[in-house]
């Protein structure tokens, strides 16, 4: 791949984000390493990296987050799949990420799973923009930095 076809592998960073922005809550929290950042700027979303949480922390931090009305997913490249489960799986239920992806992108190079709601439904497709020309066209910067919304 040459330089002026990087854009086709990093696309999927603002694919996701858009993803985010059109389809979740406002108040949704992102639990992802390789995604946060894009999450965070090209969705408006809050993140939280799970690389630094520990790991008998997990569900408990799903279930506040739920429980405080801030929907938790867990977005994760599909390189991370079995690191995430080697960091949490022993320790709960939401590291075994055994349950239906909620969205998927390209060829489930990407996952998000939706960590509130668990129960089999159907998979949205992220549009993946890495198939066509080159957006060249800049998006509408979202407010930086990310207002931090403690409730």
Do not use: K
């Not at 997990?58 to 429980?67: G, Q, S, Y």
């Not at 994760?76 to 969205?103: K, M």
């Not at 890495?130 to 409730?151: I, V």
């Amino acid at each position: 791949m040459g330089a002026l076809d990087l854009w086709r592998v990093e696309q999927r960073y603002v694919d996701v984000g858009r993803y985010f922005a059109a389809h979740t809550d406002p108040r949704a929290v992102a639990i992802s390493v390789q995604q946060s950042g894009s999450i965070r700027h090209y969705g408006g979303r809050l993140t939280l990296r799970w690389d630094a949480l520990d790991p008998g922390w997990l569900d408990r931090v799903v279930e506040h987050l739920a429980a405080t009305g801030r929907h938790p997913y867990v977005v994760v490249d599909i390189e991370e799949v079995e690191p995430f489960r080697a960091r949490f799986q022993p320790q709960g239920r939401v590291g075994a990420l055994d349950w239906t992806p909620a969205a998927v992108l390209g060829r489930s190079r990407v996952l998000v799973f939706d960590a509130a709601d668990r129960r089999a439904r159907r998979t949205d497709v992220i549009p993946d923009g890495s198939n066509g020309s080159p957006a060249w066209r800049c998006d509408r910067p979202q407010r930086w930095p990310t207002p931090l919304r403690m409730e």
